[in-house]
């Protein structure tokens, strides 16, 4: 790993102006990710994990504190994917990856091979002609995470990307996530309110407060990947960061 993080954070505080002036959301959230890493952030609904994944893509600065990307500013430096998949409908699977590839510049028939091995290599062959909704939500999520995968950036936001999905869809995507990151290799920040999906995929989990947040908790995952859903070690630290999230919320009872 390179001795320059992937991303660091440094008492970064971050809100919104209002009407009736500031609204804090984040209070001095520090933290940092190396290179390769990929971490989870969970916390309690609202508390502001879209509002740090915004000023980590460099679209919300802050307004105090600092935030580095590979030792720099985070701008054009990110691959941020929002919540939902926020495909383009006038254009087919295969459009929407080589979308990401565009950007950066690629010449097309290097991108229409890159972008047709992925497919073919994670599940989607056959459907590169299909437009979004032809797809099933499952595969609007493939074709969105690899269109952030295939972007020519070595960090990827990830806003609860599984987050519309049945069980056993975000089950299977889990595990189809985790075989994309194992051969692309990127450093991602993963936000879920998913505490297995965290412990599943994650080298380490934070755990943020209630808003204004703060980061309260961190957890490393030591397992060896892929992990099994029934270990009792994943029930065992899961049952620690729901006692973490109690805490953030102000709630005694612990579950």
Not at 131 to 154: N, T
Not at 179 to 187: A, F
Request: charge should be positive; include cysteine.
């Amino acid at each position: 790993m390179s001795s320059i993080p992937a991303l660091a954070l440094q008492g970064v505080t971050a809100g919104y102006m209002t009407p009736r002036g500031k609204f804090l959301v984040l209070d001095g959230v520090s933290f940092t990710v190396q290179n390769g890493e990929w971490i989870s952030v969970v916390g309690p609904s609202g508390c502001g994990k879209t509002t740090l994944l915004r000023v980590c893509a460099g679209l919300l600065p802050p307004w105090s504190g600092t935030v580095q990307v590979f030792g720099s500013s985070p701008r054009g430096k990110t691959s941020y994917m929002p919540q939902g998949d926020s495909l383009l409908p006038w254009r087919t699977a295969l459009g929407n990856i080589l979308a990401a590839l565009e950007v950066d510049g690629r010449p097309r028939p290097e991108a229409v091979s890159k972008a047709r091995d992925c497919l073919a290599q994670f599940g989607l062959g056959g459907f590169e002609k299909s437009y979004p909704f032809e797809l099933s939500g499952g595969m609007r999520q493939r074709v969105a995470l690899l269109r952030a995968f295939l972007a020519q950036r070595e960090l990827l936001l990830l806003d609860e990307p599984l987050g519309a999905l049945d069980a056993l869809t975000r089950a299977e995507l889990q595990d189809w996530l985790f075989s994309v990151w194992q051969s692309l290799r990127k450093t991602v920040v993963l936000v879920t309110h998913d505490v297995e999906e965290a412990l599943l995929l994650s080298d380490r989990v934070l755990v943020l407060s209630a808003r204004p947040a703060k980061v309260i908790a961190e957890f490393s995952v030591s397992s060896p990947r892929p992990r099994v859903r029934t270990d009792p070690w994943i029930q065992g630290l899961r049952e620690e960061i729901m006692r973490s999230l109690q805490k953030a919320k102000g709630y005694e009872k612990v579950f």
